[in-house]
């Protein structure tokens, strides 16, 4: 498995897995950026809340992240305004920007010491797009309330002739994992219990809501929140609505303020997106990710590590040796927003927040703000913004819509028909896996390093596709809706709750 640079998640201490039964005025399920903001929230607010995650703390995708902090949606304000108005692309940015402030205030408030700095953003052109495209997105920002971002004549970067930038103030960055502890302390401090290794199987909505572990126990609460990146309560109808890629990531060495400290984006599709992360006293990170596909559909990871480092030296010379490279699982809406709110399918008491669109961290931040607003009682302008049950009438967003379905309708079909990777496990090598056709079935089949096979049916347990090979993870990564699971079968990030079947 690749690594990034952030420390290890097994460093940030949990009370272990869940042994007993309890119950609380609020149980959340994932311990990653949204959840822990949701939870941070309400026990600040007097509730007594229970944290289950499947891992450690930041030990799903919010530990992969790149932790960029940015109002400048990173699909544009110009797509944002034609899909959902202008007024929705206001309250989108005033939502962005309000999470950074929260981010900012709860790091001054809980003496939360994660290299926190408020910084400007860039966004520069990609090779062969028109200057145009900054022009028409600086207007629509204006448009969206942004009015500090201001057009420039090149980014701060010496030696990069990057051609005109459009530059957002304001923004910032941090390091994720330090963040996401001190969140998990004060949540402690405020009479909060966080359990880690407590895999969650079952949601049921209800007065009390209840959640059931792996090892049967249960939390009975007065509501559920479920952050777990792909919903595990929801198992269709925001799958329908959003679709997995899978982005990559480099960090390269350089020496200590070599690098202006700033957020840089392109508009390339996929973009790409660059930051620095401070180190020690003579030198820092230099952070580049991109070259995204959709998830499982190749598995050429090397090759877009190998992308990415000529995109960086063409623009950074300085940049030295590779400090550590991984990739991470992003979930795209097709109307590039969040979905926040109550489960769609109308079961009481329960709460997601799913479809980060590459904007995890301040979307999970935004998750903390609104589902805590809403979980009070209270009114939030946002609500309907995000709301998981909204349908955006805009045809661009429904012929994506339609396409993204349309594709996962061919993995259901085709993929049960079409021959394995290879014939027999014999071509399999160590530390690989392959799928295979024995009879009618798809089998994962795995060797591990010691020689050993381990077979499991290759058949996804949320919606029955057949999951693929991901080399650089060493998992089985489904292409429809985004499930993983690890080398030997058991599952690691949802929507599916289930292990692959045992042969």
């Known amino acids: 498995m690749t690594r990034s640079i952030w420390y290890d998640t097994a460093d940030i201490p949990t009370r272990g897995p869940l042994e007993e039964h309890l119950t609380a005025d609020v149980c959340v399920i994932g311990a990653g950026i949204a959840g822990l903001s949701v939870a941070y929230r309400l026990a600040s607010a007097g509730k007594h809340v229970v944290v289950l995650d499947r891992d450690q703390i930041g030990g799903g995708e919010t530990g992969r992240t790149t932790a960029h902090l940015s109002n400048a949606i990173d699909d544009r304000y110009v797509t944002l305004e034609k899909a959902v108005g202008t007024e929705n692309a206001r309250l989108a940015a005033e939502s962005h920007t309000a ?30 797009d028109s200057p145009d495209l900054l022009t028409k997105e600086l207007e629509a920002a204006h448009r969206a309330g942004l009015r500090g971002v201001t057009l420039e004549p090149s980014t701060p970067v010496r030696g990069w002739d990057s051609g005109p930038a459009l530059r957002f103030p304001a923004q910032g960055r941090f390091h994720i994992l330090k963040y996401v502890a001190g969140l998990a302390r004060a949540i402690e401090q405020a009479g909060g219990s966080i359990y880690g290794g407590s895999r969650v199987e079952k949601v049921e909505g209800g007065s009390p809501a209840k959640v059931t572990t792996e090892n049967t126990c249960t939390v009975a609460a007065g509501d559920v929140v479920v952050c777990t990146n792909g919903a595990i309560s929801d198992m269709v109808v925001t799958h329908m609505k959003q679709a997995p890629y899978r982005s990559f990531v480099v960090a390269f060495g350089v020496p200590k303020g070599s690098v202006p400290d700033a957020l840089y984006w392109d508009t390339a599709d996929p973009y790409h997106y ?14 580049v990710g991109g070259e995204d596909h959709k998830t499982a559909h190749e598995d050429d990871a090397g090759d877009r590590f190998q992308c990415l480092e000529e995109w960086t030296r063409q623009r950074w010379p300085i940049a030295g040796e590779r400090l550590a490279q ?27 927040a799913t479809g980060d669109s590459g904007m995890g961290m301040t979307h999970g931040t935004i998750a903390g703000l609104l589902l805590a607003d809403l979980i009070v009682g209270a009114e939030s302008r946002w609500a309907k913004l995000y709301d998981p049950k909204r349908l955006t009438l805009h045809h661009t967003e429904l012929a994506t819509l339609a396409k993204e379905n349309a594709d996962v309708a061919v993995h259901v079909t085709l993929d049960y028909v079409t021959p394995g990777q290879v014939s027999d496990v014999s071509a399999i090598p160590t530390g690989e896996g392959r799928v295979l056709r024995r009879g009618v079935h798809k089998i994962a089949a795995y060797r591990d390093e010691s020689g050993k096979l381990h077979e499991r049916s290759a058949v996804c347990t949320h919606l029955k596709c057949i ?8 998992s089985w990564d489904c292409p429809c809706h985004g499930s993983r699971f690890s080398a030997t079968g058991t599952v690691i990030a949802g929507p599916a709750t289930a292990d692959l079947e045992e042969l």
């Open 274 to 287: 660059a930051r620095i992360q401070p180190l020690d006293d003579a030198s820092d990170a230099l952070i």
């Open 467 to 474: 999951v693929d090979w991901n080399t650089a993870e060493r």
């Open 99 to 128: 999470a950074i402030e929260f981010i900012d205030a709860t790091v001054r408030s809980e003496g939360i010491d994660c290299d926190f700095a408020r910084l400007d953003g860039y966004l520069v052109c990609a090779e062969g």
């Open 326 to 352: 991984w990739s991470g699982q992003v979930l795209e809406p097709y109307d590039y927003l969040a979905f926040i709110g109550k489960n769609p399918d109308g079961a009481e008491h329960v709460w997601l």
